[in-house]
């Protein structure tokens, strides 16, 4: 079964970090790009960040930009994301989302579950 | 950054009708737009890509159209297990790869 895990969510305080990982199983991994989108309680989707399937192309919205890292090992057919000087507004579900292609664009064919990041004094 | 006007943000249709939701670019995305659905409490499911290619395994009552700034979403005929929020999403050339606001889908 094509499935994505996601895990690493949790509570912590404006400025804080955490590490979000994405399990991916049942496909090849290395042939498809990664994101990550969040959704913040009763609002709407947002992209946040992608990387092309070798790991040497990654974008980031303008919102986590210089706060947020995207990586992927290949050979653990994970995808991560590490969140630095967290906010209260980076408050979200996070859903990590297989692209159809192997670039960073395009359709997200495959989605996680989500976790919930939540930051808060 | 390319702006996704998404309308209405929410609609109450009985079974069986045809309902329409609109998705309006800022700037030309030639056909880079896909629609999701999300039931509540789930994570989103891809309907549509590039704009009119149905998914693998989505029914065919779910149809889009459209091209350079202008889209359309259509469920042909309602039905219930097609409440929940529709999103359409752009991924052309540059980031961020903006999703619209979304679109209520209620049975009246």
């Known amino acids: 079964e094509v499935q994505l895990v996601e895990s690493g969510g949790g509570v912590v305080r404006p400025g804080g970090s955490l590490r979000l990982s994405c399990a991916a199983s049942g496909f090849t991994f290395d042939d498809h790009g990664m994101n990550w989108v969040r959704q913040a309680p009763g609002r709407g989707l947002e992209w946040v960040s992608g990387?092309?399937?070798?790991?040497?192309?990654?974008d980031y919205a303008d919102s986590v930009k210089g706060r947020f890292t995207i990586s992927r090992d290949n050979a653990k057919k994970a995808l991560y994301l590490q969140m630095n000087s967290l906010r209260v507004e980076d408050t979200a579900f996070y859903y990590c989302?297989?692209?159809?292609?192997?670039?960073?664009?395009?359709?997200?064919?495959?989605w996680g579950q989500g976790t919930m990041v939540t930051v808060s004094s | 950054d390319i702006q996704m006007t998404q309308s209405p943000s929410s609609l109450s249709a009985s079974v069986g009708d045809r309902v329409t939701i609109t998705c309006q670019a800022s700037q030309d995305i030639n056909n880079y737009l896909n629609w999701y659905q999300q039931k509540p409490g789930k994570a989103p499911n891809l309907l549509i890509y590039?704009?009119?290619n149905l998914e693998t395994g989505v029914p065919s009552r779910f149809s889009g159209s459209g091209s350079g700034t202008q889209f359309t979403f259509t469920i042909s005929s309602l039905r219930p297990e097609d409440v929940g929020t529709y999103y359409c999403?752009?991924?052309?050339?540059?980031?961020?790869?903006?999703f619209g606001q979304g679109t209520k889908v209620e049975i009246k």
């Open positions: 989302a297989r692209v159809r292609m192997a670039t960073i664009e395009g359709a997200f064919d495959i």
């Open positions: 990387i092309n399937w070798n790991g040497d192309n990654t």
């Open positions: 590039d704009a009119s």
């Open positions: 999403q752009q991924y052309d050339d540059l980031p961020p790869y903006t």
